[in-house]
T-cell receptor
Framework: DAKTTQPPSMDCAEGRAANLPCNHS???????VYWYRQIHSQGPQYIIH???NNETNEMASLIITEDRKSSTLILPHATLRDTAVYYC????????????FGQGTTLQVKP | EPEVTQTPSHQVTQMGQEVILRCVPI?????FYWYRQILGQKVEFLVS????????KSEIFDDQFSVERPDGSNFTLKIRSTKLEDSAMYFC???????????FGPGTRLTVT
């Protein structure tokens, strides 16, 4: 699975968009980009995933660059409850389904 | 909304004792996983399980660990002889197929003294 690089921490003002970057320059054609988050010590929570097209769901948008070497997770209107560690995971979809977590980005949403 | 449940929420045990951590995955899911997170560190994959057998395991998952799906609902992780370094939060997860999201349980905090 390709390696990912994320900033260790970011701040965002409540109500503003949070844009979380992820670099995955060694991604291969059959690898998907997944985003999960972990609020405090709870179990990780799935946010969104994509292969090459931009994706949007009720939680967030995922923007993947045309060369697929980087992506951005966008939380359109961050709330205090979005304070969490956000993980960008790149992986081949295999029959095992394992997720390999990095250190992630700690997003602090401030009032 | 269906959810993955885990019991107990906190388990304290003495070094050398056996522990069994229990998970009830979402009922129509077929793929099951265990992860652990040592305090302050990242979430680490332990094992994936499908069709009543291990499909992949990490280096952490040595002979001291085993998994079982004893009936149609439970999925257990057994640590045969616990060590101090096994102290961690253990998360169970499940999904209906590998491509889609994994649903994680709330975790069991294991403290080995």
């Amino acid at each position: 699975d390709a390696k990912t690089t994320q900033p260790p921490s970011m701040d965002c003002a409540e109500g503003r968009a949070a844009n979380l970057p992820c670099n995955h320059s060694t991604i291969s054609g059959n690898e998907y980009v997944y985003w999960y988050r972990q609020i405090h010590s709870q179990g990780p929570q799935y946010i969104i995933h994509g292969l090459k097209n931009n994706e949007t769901n009720e939680m967030a948008s995922l923007i993947i660059t045309e060369d697929r070497k980087s992506s951005t997770l966008i939380l359109p209107h961050a709330t205090l409850r979005d304070t969490a560690v956000y993980y960008c995971i790149v992986r081949v979809v295999s029959h095992t389904g394992k997720l390999i977590f990095g250190q992630g980005t700690t997003l602090q949403v401030k009032p | 909304e269906p959810e993955v449940t885990q019991t107990p929420s906190h388990q304290v045990t003495q070094m050398g004792q056996e522990v069994i951590l229990r998970c009830v995955p979402i009922s129509n899911h077929l793929y099951f996983y265990w992860y652990r997170q040592i305090l302050g560190q990242k979430v680490e994959f332990l094992v994936s399980f499908y069709n009543n057998e291990i499909s992949e395991k990490s280096e952490i998952f040595d002979d001291q660990f085993s998994v079982e799906r004893p009936d149609g609902s439970n999925f257990t992780l057994k640590i045969r002889s616990t060590k101090l370094e096994d102290s961690a939060m253990y998360f169970c997860a499940s999904n209906p197929q590998p491509l889609v999201e994994q649903y994680f349980g709330p975790g069991t905090r294991l403290t080995v003294t």
